[in-house]
């Protein structure tokens, strides 16, 4: 790409952030390629507070896999604890606490 300037205003006008962010999304351009061959590439990481409900879908749905026993054999037999899925997933609650608190 010669002007990664197009790219960048459309990044702007489809990432609208909220005020309290300071640092709401960073591009950095390259014009070695990113993996192998590929020329032309993107990608885009994004701290948005709507993530959170996702996140809280799925640490919901494994809590109650968890409570049920359900593929717990699994991970005991590679090394991981129910205690250590569950401190896992005590931390992905934090996070999206932390996301609720922010967005109120």
Known sequence: MRD???????LREAY?????????????????PASGSV????????????HAAWLEGMTEKADAMLQAGA???WYEKHGLSAGDI?????????????YERIAA
């Open 86 to 98: 569950k401190q896992a997933l005590e931390g992905c609650h934090g996070i999206t606490d932390a």
């Open 16 to 32: 609208c952030s909220p005020q309290w962010n300071p640092f709401p999304w960073d591009c950095v351009t390259s014009r070695a």
């Open 39 to 50: 020329r032309n590439s993107l990608t885009v990481l994004a701290n948005r507070s709507n």
């Open 71 to 73: 593929y717990v054999h």
């Open 4 to 10: 990664a300037s197009v790219v960048k205003a459309r």
